[in-house]
């Protein structure tokens, strides 16, 4: 009877043990994710609108994306999709190992814009992506020193810099549209400035992976 007894705790103990490193695995892939096979191409949504986003394309469904703020990237296979948001809808073409923003603009309307890869690890970059119709340029906040010089309406504009946290403004010309709320760069990283709106009303806001993105 007690060699029984032993062979059944012996058989939980190990079923309990399969459990424990099941219960790891699935752990383990809620925290990391599933891993992009190769050829993927990547896409994340910005909402430049005052409304939650919910937006589809292809088999990625991104969702409640509040307004002014961004979503990580989605990996799906490379190919032609339409992505659709709120009765709007755009037709695209990605391709593999791109990352690209599709952006909600204030009136409803998609915009697919390229998120070219930065590969190098010392410096930061900074992006300016310029979505409205009026040329702005991106300076220190005294208006002394240009960081990245004047870029025309639905053009974009970059520069690597040295990681370090300093105060920015957004300039149409010789006049300061706004001063920017501080970023802080890591080597290897990437915040892109998304510029909306017309004329003399325009709203820049700052478009990054979300902390501890991989």
Do not use: H, M, Q
């Given at each position: 009877m007690n060699s029984q007894i032993r062979k059944l705790a012996l058989a939980l103990g190990g079923l309990s043990l399969i459990f424990a490193i099941s219960g790891a695995h699935a752990d383990e892939g809620g925290l990391y994710g599933p891993t992009a096979p190769a050829g993927s191409a990547?896409?994340?949504?910005?909402?430049?609108?005052?409304?939650?986003?919910?937006?589809?394309?292809?088999?990625?469904?991104?969702?409640?994306?509040?307004p002014r703020d961004s979503s990580d990237f989605a990996f799906l296979p490379a190919g032609s999709y339409s992505a659709s948001a709120s009765g709007k809808s755009l037709p695209v073409s990605l391709k593999a190992d791109q990352h690209y923003t599709l952006v909600q603009m204030p009136g409803g309307e998609l915009s697919l814009v390229d998120d070219p890869t930065f590969k190098n690890r010392q410096k930061a970059l900074v992006r300016l992506q310029n979505l409205s119709d009026t040329p702005v340029?991106?300076?220190?906040?005294?208006?002394?020193?240009?960081?990245?010089?004047?870029?025309?309406?639905?053009?974009?504009?970059?520069?690597?810099?040295?990681?370090?946290?300093?105060?920015?403004?957004?300039?149409?010309?010789e006049r300061k549209v706004s001063d920017l709320s501080p970023v802080v760069?890591?080597?290897?990283?990437?915040?892109?400035?998304?510029?909306?709106?017309?004329?003399s009303s325009l709203t820049p806001v700052w478009v990054q992976r979300p902390a501890g993105a991989e």
């Open positions: 990547f896409v994340r949504a910005y909402n430049a609108g005052s409304s939650e986003l919910n937006l589809s394309l292809g088999p990625v469904s991104i969702k409640d994306v509040g340029s991106l300076k220190t906040a005294d208006g002394k020193t240009e960081v990245i010089k004047a870029v025309s309406g639905k053009a974009s504009g970059e520069r690597e810099i040295n990681p370090v946290k300093v105060r920015l403004a957004l300039f149409a010309g760069l890591e080597r290897g990283e990437v915040a892109a400035l998304y510029v909306t709106g017309s004329g």
